[in-house]
């Protein structure tokens, strides 16, 4: 995967309450399996959320498992969320399923969503990139700029691990006509449909 921010978003703290005003009998359990006082009985959190964010991401791999990928996002069995229920992602989920090289479509034609509106002299917009792998024209012994504690090993619930993910970070300096404008939608559908940019 690489994945380009077209908006970084804004990060949002939630407050956030669990099992308080219940019968002890009903309340939450411990690790034991026995429930919590009437005192501990309300499990307080602070829950931290991306909101305005916009990630375009190109998916790289066997043409069969791309496919697979791309009919499932369009075709779900069960409604989509990221990371919680009620955090639900915008629509469209997949702009090109058929690109041969969904990296330089990245760069060169997909529909770049950001605000605000460009000013009228802007020729290219500094776009942060994500890669899996050294970028394109990177020395391949660049070091990583991060790892993230984000590869799945075992997705069972009493041991769950991930493994550190490698990941490079660039600035790339995408030309300004990528920009989708004031009807984003409008752009991203044309795009979809194959209408020039």
Known sequence: MTIRIDQPGILYRDFH??????????????????????????????????????FTIAV?????????IADTLQRPRFGLFLGRRACLPDEPLVLNPHSSDSVTELLTRTPLTRTPALPPTAAHLPTTFVWEHPPPGADPTTPPDRESTSEPVNLTSHARRHLPRRLWMTTEHLPAHLHAGPRPLDTLTAYMHGEPA
């Open 17 to 54: 309450t669990v099992g308080g005003g219940y019968p002890r009998e009903e309340g939450i359990l411990t690790g034991k399996g026995e429930r919590r006082s009437q005192a501990k009985a309300t499990l307080v959190s602070q829950r931290d959320y991306l909101t305005g964010a916009v």
């Open 60 to 68: 790289q791999g066997p043409a069969a498992l791309t496919a697979y």
